[in-house]
């Protein structure tokens, strides 16, 4: 490391995103990525927004998308921030609400990149376990006094999920903003955005790039309070989101039809790799997201090497304390065959 970082930048090991090999020929299991194509629409409305339009800068606030998503969420377009993925929507936040020393609170085992934020800002990560059952105690999670909280509902690894009523009850335990962070909620069946009517703190987080199928355009959006939002406007880039992710995301959002039939699909795969995943050993919470979370099975360092090398990237996760998983995307119908059929027993 050059000597010129701050110190706790150059303490920090840095956040590590999941394998993109750029030989092709593999099978992608390992990023949650989704199947599916993204919608006709949004090559459509993207091949409508190239040319002279490039010449100016994106509207700032990106006003369009706010009223395709306002409406989609029945809010007031004051209520919704677009950001470049949810993760720059992440970074807004914890730049806005944690400071050097102040305390960022997430469940654990959960999405490592809340720690690696709060690591930037020189706040105190603190982990609250999630119990045996994958649920979590309001009042332990109030305990560590944060400034800053977050959930991802559904979560990863596990695919499992909190009730509205549940998160809810954690809202009303914080004295500080709750980040219930929605990147699979497209997958499950309940969502939190009501709870924002009832508790200033919560702001929901959606993302583009699961549901969507949109990974690679980068586009995510906030829900919460005008006030929150007007506060957060401060702290973000200008031109967070360019031109053309803000015009082919609100093609995406206005085509509910197509999320419906793709996402239809992806929980009928998800049942039969839950099952067949289960028949051979390996336990398998119930999942509301597009992946599942397999643990006691042969060991999963070598399970993903052996599938690796067949050319199926899996994740394999090691959280402290944990026994070592495996999580994998679910895939179309074939890919999915494959994975079993090249599954070491
Ligand atoms: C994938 C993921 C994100 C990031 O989404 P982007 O919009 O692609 O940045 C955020 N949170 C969780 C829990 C995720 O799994």
């Known amino acids: 490391m050059s000597r010129y970082f701050l110190d706790h930048i150059d303490r920090m090991a840095g956040y590590a995103p999941g394998e993109q090999p750029l030989d092709g020929g593999f099978i992608k299991l390992n990023t949650n990525e989704n199947p599916y194509p993204p919608s006709p629409r949004v090559a459509e409305a993207i091949a409508g927004a190239l040319g002279e339009r490039l010449r100016r800068y994106p509207d700032p606030v990106g006003t369009a998308f706010r009223k395709v998503a306002a409406r989609l969420h029945g809010v007031e377009p004051g209520m919704i921030l677009a950001g470049n993925g949810s993760d720059d929507l992440l970074t807004i936040l914890t730049r806005a609400f944690a400071g050097p020393g102040d305390v960022v609170a997430y469940p654990t085992p959960s999405y490592i990149l809340y720690r690696t934020l709060a690591e930037i800002q020189g706040a105190r990560p603190v982990e609250v376990p999630f119990s045996a059952d994958w649920d979590l105690e309001p009042s332990r999670f109030a305990d560590p006094r944060p400034r800053l909280a977050f959930i991802a509902n559904p979560n990863s690894p596990s695919g499992t999920a909190l009730s509205a009523a549940r998160l809810g009850a954690i809202a009303g335990a914080l004295d500080c903003p709750l980040v219930v962070d929605e990147a699979y909620v497209n997958f499950a069946e309940d969502d939190a955005v009501g709870l924002v009517a009832d508790h200033p703190n919560v702001i929901v987080l959606r993302t583009l790039s699961k549901g969507y199928s949109l990974a690679g355009l980068r586009l995510g959006y906030l829900i919460a309070r005008p006030e929150v939002v007007e506060g957060l406007i401060k702290v973000k880039d200008s031109y967070n989101c360019d031109t053309l992710s803000l015009v082919g995301g609100a093609a995406a ?93």
Do not use: H
Not at 261 to 282: H, P, V
């Open 253 to 345: 959002l206005e085509d509910q039809d197509y999320l419906a039939g793709t996402t239809a699909k992806i929980r009928a795969t998800r049942s039969r790799l839950a099952r067949a995943m289960r028949d051979r050993g390996y336990q398998v919470p119930e999942s509301r997201a597009n992946f599942v979370w397999c643990t006691g099975g042969p060991p999963a360092r070598e399970t993903y090497e052996a599938l690796k090398a067949r050319k199926i990237l899996v994740r394999l996760m090691r959280y402290p304390g944990q026994p070592d998983g495996l999580r994998i995307t679910v895939g179309t119908d074939e890919e999915v065959d494959r994975f079993l059929e090249e599954l070491p027993a």
